[in-house]
């Protein structure tokens, strides 16, 4: 039986946060005078309080109640989507962004760590609106950071309990007390990364609005800028090294960082995972660089620059853009579509596929081979010295072709509603994946206003699950988890 | 150890064929004067001189000597390969074909039963060589047939052991006696299918050389046609209903037609890849339909059957054309594109990933939602009434991941040579699984003359891979195949 009682009191006080935190942005309007103060303010108490009613009238009498899988699942959903409802009321109360389906698309690109943005004038915006903006994706990368290191390897999705560094195996139908004990760790580490990027920003010239905000948005590889132009407005190279840096970092596993931390450099650098990841951008930053060298003739710092920004911008799914890579000719414009099929490592801030699962598949795609070379042998795939049962692999492969078939139907959908076929492509796969442009209409200098409204509810709703992993979403839509 | 001596050998028998199948020709050429019959001749005899000779002088003195599985790899991707390299020699001695990539462009695309072209001007050649180049695909389809229902099974590949009727089973490492036996069985089949055909196209007011070769291109799911304008020539309703049939009878598991043919229609109607393959082709051919009828106003007759004709033909990887579909509207392309991905039903003459394999992975991806939610409980997908081994369907997932990082690497690869993005992904589609046509540079009205020499090489063996169901090919790239 599911206990709605307890999801309503999570929502309750899902709340409290949501409202709160809208008005943190307000010392930023204060001091520069904007007119969204108010707004925010009022929108901000309506909704702690009404979450602060919601959480004490739920409240069980019996504390040690505990969140079983089903609910869990529940929760994780309910969670996202309620956040961005309410998240979404600002945007429209103020009128910067009139329509509620632009404010909604807006927000749950923030919670999801996308960064695929309607506004058409970022710098029109207020000071304090554009903080809860940047602040919606810095809360959702926490979301996300513990909903995969401890959530998701317990209930078992996608291959996801092999993904973190201590597997913690599904011992108990209870999820609450390791939830806890990681996110208080994880969240520390976070924090520290973010506090040292605002820190480097300002060292290099950046105000202090504009390095707490990118810095949020970088950590939680959204992509969301308090400029139009993205990244390319600060056109200083420390910067733009800086931000590389921090998005390479959160687009690692976060269990990694822990081993940092602690000057323990050898498992790092043993994770095939990292390894990978690492590798990945080092092949594509060095096919890149080379190509625009030599046609763009920019200089060889420059070169290297722009594509390595632009390449862990994209794998990370961060999303920042330093330069219109869709000038770089159909070659490159090709690559940088496929790096939206890439995503981050598993543990990270950073959406899409994930490394670990394109090595997994890689691995196991080579020894497919050896399989049917030798029939009656058994050939298990080796993950970080382990042997990888072929119940996981399987599990891989199918949130691959799950991820494949929603891309599909995602991409016919859009063309029905009138996108051509590189707009529709792009779109989809970039919400999916969690980061921010694509190509066609939505490319690196474009933005999402222009697509219509129906557009905008069906890329929220992939965005949704793209970031929750797919199953966690889609389980609910499945009849055999509400029959009892 | 491979027995090299029975390799050659084998390879002998088919230059035989080879050159004695490219002299079947002349006789139309004699009637209408044309001026390639002394090419023809002497190439013919030329190539079965020599292949009798390989063939005798490789002669095993022990009569019971079978060949291994291992040896089966190797001669079924040498038996296309040089087929395809002998087959191309007419067309570049003649001179109508200047090129010997062209050259074997086009015969690959005939023995892989593709349908992609590289002539520009059809009509022109003489009647001996437009008649080779039909042939080529006939052949293709009756070594397919026999390869998929009868050495794919036994070799374990991509799931096949699943789509027979009869499940051989892999009780031997021989191949022999079950293939000679299973292949007169289908052959007989293809051959009465091909004059039924034949019959109703004169019937239909066709000439005997059209109607001979367009039957020989129906059955095979190849889609070379002897006009420039493909089937949009014949405007005859009764002929292009007639080949809409012919192309979905091809398209069909030819075990179907063995039991057709004895009149017990029960497990046909049974069987659960015939219903997908049909509801899929109704499904396509309705939203099609409706959508071209209320745009393109051209009366409900005619937007049904080129609806119809267009989804079968792209469905079964035929090809053949009679409406440009890239008119229709970026919706309708999109499906077409899509529709390159399907492909006809496992043990058909069509290419492609096989409708059996989709409906597969279809079911499978519904039990996967129910697996989370009851992590203990083991759920197999049913097919036919039997429990599939999760096994096998661990390898059609693989084969659908290998499929599509194949397309992915020749897309890219495509962008490299200079093609733009669409004409790129359609061209790969296309010939890996075996259709013809696509989209973008290489749609229905164009064709492949205009693509770089490397690309057409590249091409050439996509269409290969696909035809030989990827693995085939592959594993002979695999070190452990070599391996003693």
Redesign the interface.
Known sequence: MINYKVILNFIGFLLILDGLAMMTGIPFSLYHGDDDILVLLITGSGISISGLLLYYFTKSKNKSKEITK?EGYIVVSLGWIVMSLFGALPFVFHGSIPSFTDAFFETMSGFTATGASIINNIEAMPHGLLFWRSLTQWMGGMGFIVLSLAILPI???GGMQLFVAEVPG?TKDKIHPRVRETAKRLWGIYVILTFAEVLLLLIGGMNFFDAINHSFTTMATGGFSTKQDSIAYFTSPFIQYVITAFMFLAGMNFSLHYFLLHRNFKPVGENEEFRFYSFLIFAFTAVIAIGIFTTEHSGVERAFRESLFQVVSMITTTGFVTADYELWG??Y???F??MLFIGGSAGSTGGGIKAVRHLL?IK???L???R????RAIIPVRYNNISVS?DI???V??F???Y??IF?TG??FM??I?????T?MGSVATCLGNVGPAIGGVGPTDNFSHIPDIGKWVLSFLMLLGRLEL?TI??I??P??WKK
Do not use: Y
Not at 418 to 422: E, K, Q, S, V, Y
């Open positions: 089903r209930l078992g999705i599904p159909v070659f414009h090709t690559l579509f496929l598949l196991n795609g080579a497919e081979l050896r049917l070379v030798h029939p072929k692999i399987f599990n492969m199918a691959l072709l799950f494949l078939a599909v991409t016919i063309t029905l009138g996108l051509d076929f590189l529709a199953f889609l389980i839509f499945s055999s988890f």
